[in-house]
């Protein structure tokens, strides 16, 4: 798990893929990962705020400190998020679960980074509770926690 703790340890995190509408995914992994204390950049082209906090329109205009980012988006936007995170220096690259094809994790296995994929990241942004937590309580117990 030492991928999962080096990306769980960044304190500035973009979230790629929050949205106006509020059953939208993107979003509950924001309220979540901002309760647990990161310092986060809401990433979407098509808003200018995100509750009170600026939304940034891209990767590239996000500021220097961010070194993390959550990927949120249709498996066809992720692969170019990918490239233009690592463009811009964000290593640290969370490929939430359904915003990745299997051709995009294959060639996430080839980078460099430190990218995680199929695995909901508020099941490591402890402590987890609820649904997420007993998830993780699962994957522990059954060996399906990643290495």
């Not at 929050?18 to 979407?44: A, C, D, H, M, W």
């Not at 590239?60 to 463009?87: H, M």
């Amino acid at each position: 798990m030492q991928s999962v703790s080096e990306f769980m340890a960044q304190k500035n995190i973009a979230i790629a893929g929050v949205s106006r509408k509020k059953q939208k995914f993107g979003n509950t992994i924001f309220k979540e990962l901002k309760k647990k204390g990161y310092t986060l950049y809401p990433v979407n082209p098509n808003m200018e705020e995100y509750y009170g906090k600026k939304c940034y329109p891209g990767i590239a205009s996000l500021p220097s400190e961010v070194t993390g980012i959550v990927l949120n988006t249709k498996p066809e936007i992720t692969k170019s998020l990918i490239k233009e995170a690592e463009n811009k220096g964000i290593n640290h690259i969370w490929l939430q679960q359904g915003s990745a094809d299997k051709e995009t994790i294959r060639l996430a296995g080839e980078s460099d980074s430190n990218i995680i994929s199929k695995q909901c990241v508020i099941m490591f942004a402890d402590p987890a509770k609820g649904i997420h937590g007993f998830h993780k309580w699962i994957n522990k117990t059954f060996g399906f926690l990643p290495k």
